[in-house]
């Protein structure tokens, strides 16, 4: 063959190498001690939905663990640990370069990062989360629960894939922006809870019938927007990093 | 075939704060094989990436078949890597890790190409072994592969043959001299200067960042025989030895150091190999150590500098 002339070349398809991308990177943020970590985290929500059941008001006991624990705990921390490491492990370990060097478009990488992410946070804690509140004998709240922490997982899929990207010691920024921000800046004000994502999904909660979580002004209907916009912002700071850097 | 160069450097600089890795660099490289010589921090990793497009230079440009490779994705399909780092996607066999670039170059059959270019450098397709259960060399050659795997028109190896045995290091310079000879660019780093020697006839020589010596590797090897060179030697008779080699203008230089060892300069290290041995029989002096000082790789690099 004459390479000579790479114009004459063609790419893959976008199907084939997202599709190649997002087979790998599945494969290698998959590990047993993250895995063990996540189910203990999803195990744990599904014990809660068991003991809200006795709760005089199980459905918002439900509603409760899915915010307060679901959503400010499992879903954040599920995907900060698999969302930093996806491509993060990749820049840490030097195999970036196997994936650079490819005529391959530059959002590819953390397009698939960011659904990897989601593929794994969403079974590992969303469903548990879901779970826990059919244990819960609130059946007409897991709908509601899944799709929370569904949107908060492709949320923060974005944002910590990005992180993983931007900042080395990823996973320590992340945990100090959930504790701080997500939970702290979250119940600080109606001011900062506007700019927290945990408060968005938690919106989400209200369409549930006779459960009581305070909006702030938020709306679940906004909050089916706002959701992937900051996933979508978190790829595109990802892709931005990504054309950018330096590969080692 | 095209003498048109492949793979041109100009002025290209790079600079991490304040360190300094590659300095106002130029070179331009053909078809065939080029070996970049250099030890270990000259710079050669760093200009390999950025010839990638993997590292953006901080002044200078480079031009990979007359574009850029950093902003042009396309050339990518041009260039094949093979990185000196050690690692790779763990989970992953051979065929797979191969077949994913191949997958990401957009060949039309990635399984076929994989398992064809896993045959060129000797390894089994078929094994179902995860690369971690590889052994160093195995996981050299499929990092070969995987950069061989799209049939690229240049061929990028930095420092290939590490952790390869003699044999696979045979069958390895083989390949990638055949590679050069089908007019392909292969642009080979390496610490090792026999190692070079044998790879191929133009090198090019970076020391401390800097382009230290380009050219004809006969022509520069002839130049490092010939640079001075420092020779402890160890004997019972130091000064009578030392009288005879300066007498007949072997070395230009004698020093005694203590009893028995005396430090000799020469511009001929060849002269003074063949001279030593016959010098020390006539006068009935017994050479207890020969030892050349400052005959290392920096030495010959640290020499090529300064001249």
């Not at chain 1, 989360?129 to 609130?138: F, K, M, N, P, R």
């Not at chain 1, 920024?173 to 800046?185: K, M, Q």
């Not at chain 2, 990979?64 to 490779?69: I, K, Y």
Request: include cysteine.
């Amino acid at each position: 063959m004459s390479a000579l002339d790479v114009s004459a070349e063609t790419r893959p398809t976008a199907t084939a190498s997202l599709g190649a991308l997002y087979r790998l990177l599945l494969r290698t943020q998959v590990t047993v001690p993250r895995l063990l970590g996540i189910a203990a985290l999803g195990a744990l929500s599904v014990l809660l939905g068991v003991f809200a059941r006795w709760d005089d008001d199980p459905v918002q006991a439900a509603a409760d663990v899915a915010a307060s624990y679901g959503l400010g705990i499992v879903v954040p921390l599920a995907a900060l640990w698999l969302g930093t490491a996806a491509i993060g492990d990749l820049v840490e370990d030097r195999l970036l370069v196997y994936l650079w060097l490819k005529p391959v478009a530059r959002w590819h990488l953390p397009a698939a990062a960011v659904l990897a992410t989601v593929t794994l946070v969403v079974p590992l804690a969303a469903l548990p989360l879901a779970a826990s509140a059919l244990a819960a004998g609130a059946g007409e709240a897991a709908s509601a629960v899944l799709l929370a922490a569904s949107l908060a997982a492709c949320a923060y899929a974005g944002l910590f894939v990005a992180a993983g990207l931007w900042f080395r010691r990823a996973v320590w920024w992340g945990l100090a922006f959930v504790l701080l921000w997500e939970n702290g800046g979250a119940r600080a004000s109606d001011g900062t809870a506007r700019f927290t994502v945990t408060s968005w999904a938690r919106s989400l909660l209200s369409t549930i019938d006779g459960v009581d979580v305070p909006l702030d002004g938020r709306s679940a209907a906004a909050a089916l927007v706002v959701l992937p916009a900051v996933a979508v912002g978190g790829w595109l700071a990802a892709t931005v990093r990504y054309r950018r850097a330096d590969v080692d | 075939m095209s003498t048109e160069p492949r793979v041109v450097a100009e002025g290209v600089s790079k600079w991490f704060g304040s360190l300094v890795a590659v300095s106002d660099v130029s070179f331009d490289v053909g078809p065939g094989v080029t070996a970049l010589l250099g030890p270990n921090g000259a710079g050669k990793s760093t200009m390999l990436r950025m010839l990638c497009g993997l590292a953006r230079p901080s002044r200078g440009t480079v031009r990979v078949l007359g574009r850029d490779p950093r902003a042009d994705v396309d050339v990518a399909r041009a260039i094949g890597l093979v990185p000196q780092q050690e690692s790779v996607f763990e989970p992953l066999t051979a065929h797979g890790f191969v077949r994913l670039a191949a997958t990401l170059h957009g060949l039309a059959d990635p399984g076929a190409a994989a398992a064809a270019a896993l045959e060129l450098v000797g390894l089994d397709p078929a094994d179902t072994r995860r690369l971690p259960a590889y052994s160093k060399g195995m996981r050299q050659r499929v990092k070969v592969a995987q950069g061989l795997v799209h049939d690229p028109a240049v061929v990028v190896l930095d420092e290939p043959l590490t952790g390869l045995d003699p044999r696979q290091r045979a069958a390895m310079i083989a390949l990638f001299q055949g590679f050069g000879a089908e007019g392909r660019c292969v642009l080979v780093s390496s610490h090792v200067l026999d190692e070079v020697e044998r790879l191929g006839s133009r090198i090019l020589v970076m020391s401390q960042g800097r382009l230290a010596a380009a050219g004809d590797f006969r022509e520069l090897r002839a130049l490092m025989d010939d640079r001075p060179l420092r020779v402890r030697v160890r004997t019972d008779r130091p000064r009578e030895l030392a009288g005879a080699l300066l007498e007949a203008g072997t070395v230009v230089g004698a020093r005694l150091d203590g009893d028995q060892v005396l430090e000799l300069d020469t511009n001929d290290a060849r002269e003074l190999a063949r001279a030593l041995a016959p010098a020390a029989r006539d006068r009935d002096a017994r050479l207890l150590e020969v030892l050349p000082l400052d005959a290392d790789l920096e030495g010959v690099f640290r020499y090529l500098v300064q001249r």
